[in-house]
């Protein structure tokens, strides 16, 4: 029974972090781009504030959304659609996308983003 236990748990760790991977192949280019350049940001000038930074990935009505978090920004975080353009809402479109948005997933954390 113990060889069931360690041989399932091993198992689970292992789907896990495949699932983890698979994430990262799915972010378009843009968004690799985009983060990559904010890392590189970030090793050059620490205080630039964007380690506060985050991407988010939702899903609304069947399509995939990208969100740009920082915790220093005053503003409602901006809205992307999966091939890289920004999402230009009217008032009353925002807040049904912020309703009906749904599956939420990081897939990019800057070091000292600290909400969940």
């Known amino acids: 029974m113990r060889k069931y236990l360690v041989l399932f748990t091993f198992l689970a760790m292992f789907a896990s972090c495949a699932k983890d991977n698979d994430t990262a192949e799915e972010l378009p280019a843009w968004l690799t781009e985009r983060i990559a350049a904010d890392e590189k940001e970030i090793a050059a000038d620490p205080q630039s504030g964007l380690d506060l930074g985050a991407w988010l990935k939702y899903s609304y009505k069947d399509s995939v959304y990208y969100e740009y978090h920082n915790l220093l920004m005053s503003s409602l975080p901006k809205v992307y659609h999966s091939d890289g ?21 990081f897939v990019w954390k800057g070091e000292s983003y600290f909400e969940d």
């Open 85 to 105: 353009t920004e999402v230009s809402f009217a008032q009353t479109e925002y807040a049904d996308y912020q309703k009906g948005k749904c599956c939420k997933q």
